[in-house]
């Protein structure tokens, strides 16, 4: 077998990691008024923290509503033998030099006095939400 670039795979990133949190809304709310709050109300309070702001290289939310996403996806992954994702209303991204700088902002007085479980108690289920670390591999990047 050929060891050409073709085949040899990219480095582990060691510059940043990444979590991902997929979201879980509250049963209470409509979807639209779910992407609406975390959209409008939690994102921005969220970003402007200045420890977020000192922490974080990325914050982003993608969201899985009507507007973009649709049930043929659903069908065409289950086609494929795959599991949807149905039960989550979107992603939050972040993106830092490392966990420890993520945790300074989730465990920061700034983050629990300003968007914490206070915050997200207005749109999302925290017991539902699932957050999974990331090491990146970036095989494509066309940034």
Known sequence: MSSDSATTPPPVRTDRVRV???MAKKDDISDADFY???HEVHGPLFANLEITKKNLLKYEQAFS???HYNHAFDAGILAIGAATTSTFKGMAVFEAESYEKIFQVIGSDEYSSVVGPADEANFMDRSKTVFMPGTLISFINKN
């Open 36 to 38: 609406k709050y975390w």
């Open 65 to 67: 509503s009507q507007h």
């Open 20 to 22: 991902i949190a997929l």
